[in-house]
């Protein structure tokens, strides 16, 4: 019995080790996948003149910064309420 134990002891870092390791794995490989399918949803704008691409990533940033501040306008919003009641 205090074997099994001891032996349940030394097991439970070694897994975590091996856990922690899964998961960074597993983030690895989601972002590589989410690069090659923003890479791969780029093409066509890679594909146009120097100017309409520069006008195409900076209307993405701005709407990529309006989507942001909606989100954080929204949370903000529940907070208030939250603290309200």
């Known amino acids: 019995m205090i074997n099994d134990e001891y032996k349940q002891e030394e097991q439970a870092p070694e897994a975590d080790v091996e856990g922690e390791e899964y998961r960074q794995?597993?983030?690895h490989f989601t972002r590589s996948l989410f690069r090659a399918g923003m890479g791969l949803?780029?093409?066509p704008v890679s594909m146009l003149p120097q100017e309409p691409r520069q006008h195409f990533k900076i209307a993405s940033r701005e709407f990529s910064h309006g989507l942001a501040k909606l989100a954080q306008k929204f949370a903000d919003s529940l907070d208030e309420k939250a603290d309200a009641h």
């Open 41 to 43: 949803a780029f093409i």
């Open 25 to 27: 794995a597993m983030q």
